[in-house]
């Protein structure tokens, strides 16, 4: 959060004051759906890691690369929801783990 302050000088020099969502103008949906994709992507990162996979072990584990494992970990918007879900899965996290996940 913005200090108020700078906020109101901000203003007052004629800044517009918003959000990411603003910014890109997206919309409930979009931003929902960004969120989604962004605690899915952290929580395999954790996952991971609290397995004490590398991203290389765990690229071979789902038949991918390692650059690939860093890309879904970083949430890049090319890596699919169904990707994600079933490196989870793959990572044995249950079902009701990912509906926990989810916002």
Do not use: Y
Request: aromatic residues 4%; without cysteine.
């Amino acid at each position: 959060m913005m200090d108020v302050q700078k906020q109101k000088k901000l203003e007052a020099a004629g800044w517009k004051i918003g959000n990411a969502e603003d910014f890109l103008e997206l919309d409930q949906v979009e931003s929902s759906f960004i969120a989604l994709k962004i605690a899915l992507s952290q929580h395999l990162k954790t996952r991971r890691q609290s397995l004490r996979l590398t991203q290389k072990e765990f690229a071979g584990m789902i038949h991918s690369s390692q650059s690939r494992v860093a890309k879904m970990e970083a949430g890049d918007p090319g890596v699919s929801l169904d990707l994600l879900v079933k490196s989870l899965l793959t990572l044995k996290t249950s079902k009701e783990d990912i509906e926990k996940i989810l916002p």
